[in-house]
């Protein structure tokens, strides 16, 4: 690092900064949200996985926003995160992310609060209001409850995409650029 520092700093009169400044292995250093990685001798990008937790945080719970809003938001975010990360390979990434849109029937079953409200809603659903009754009782965190056959039934994914929200799949398919 003293060397480098030394060379930029000297001969190419640049300013270094050290906070940001690393020397590693390639498949260690991330590099403007990508990471590097070997596949069968030949050097790859893809996504570092500090660069995939805000949109975990973007499907938390705790936002007070209304489904427009979050549907809004989502599509305009990630939409952009695709189009910025589209070179790096995250086909399995997103796989795995597409997933965390249970977190997002954990959300639908938050907002709807009272067990009045969980009835009819799953009813309206094609739950049968006996088991409708059955499962708005139950007393599991919505975490618990959003990863069940309870939710996987009737706030399935497949809903969650009629409502509007965006799949990173499908989207990252559209604009990948092949290489």
Not at 142 to 152: F, G, M, N, P
């Amino acid at each position: 690092m003293e060397s480098i520092t030394k060379f930029v700093e000297g001969k190419l009169m640049l300013k270094v900064n050290k906070e940001k400044s690393v020397v590693g292995h390639v498949s260690k250093i991330k590099f403007l949200g990508y990471s590097f990685y070997n596949y069968r001798g030949e050097w790859r990008l893809r996504i570092h996985p500090k660069s995939l937790g805000k949109i975990k945080v973007l499907t938390g719970r705790s936002r007070g926003w209304s489904d427009e809003q979050r549907i809004l938001y989502l599509r305009e975010y990630l939409t952009g995160w695709i189009h910025y990360f589209k070179l790096a390979d995250m086909e399995s990434s997103l796989r795995k992310m597409d997933k965390w849109y249970r977190r997002l029937s954990m959300v639908k079953w938050k907002q709807w609060k009272r067990i009045k409200t969980k009835i009819t809603n799953q009813v309206q659903l094609g739950v049968s209001k006996y088991k409708a009754q059955e499962w708005a009782h139950t007393r599991k965190s919505y975490w618990h409850t959003a990863k069940s056959w309870i939710l996987s039934i009737t706030l399935s994914n497949d809903y969650l995409k009629q409502l509007g929200y965006p799949s990173l799949l499908a989207e990252y398919t559209r604009v990948r650029v092949t290489t």
